[in-house]
């Protein structure tokens, strides 16, 4: 984690941890390339 919030130059580490924490969550639930342009076109 320590290197983690070094390379992303966070001050605090608690910081890192949320990013990592959401990074977690985004990762549980892939979408497709094609789902990510429906979506878009969507919301045009």
Same mark, same amino acid.
């Given at each position: =984690?320590? #290197? *983690?919030? !070094? *390379? =992303?130059? +966070?001050? /605090?580490v &608690? #910081? #890192? !941890?949320i +990013?990592? +924490?959401? =990074? %977690? %969550? /985004? *990762? &549980? %639930?892939? #979408?497709?390339? *094609? /789902? %990510?342009? =429906?979506e /878009? +076109?969507a919301?045009?």
């Amino acid at each position: =984690m320590r #290197t *983690l919030q !070094e *390379l =992303m130059r +966070h001050p /605090d580490v &608690k #910081t #890192t !941890e949320i +990013h990592t +924490h959401a =990074m %977690r %969550r /985004d *990762l &549980k %639930r892939p #979408t497709s390339p *094609l /789902d %990510r342009i =429906m979506e /878009d +076109h969507a919301t045009q």
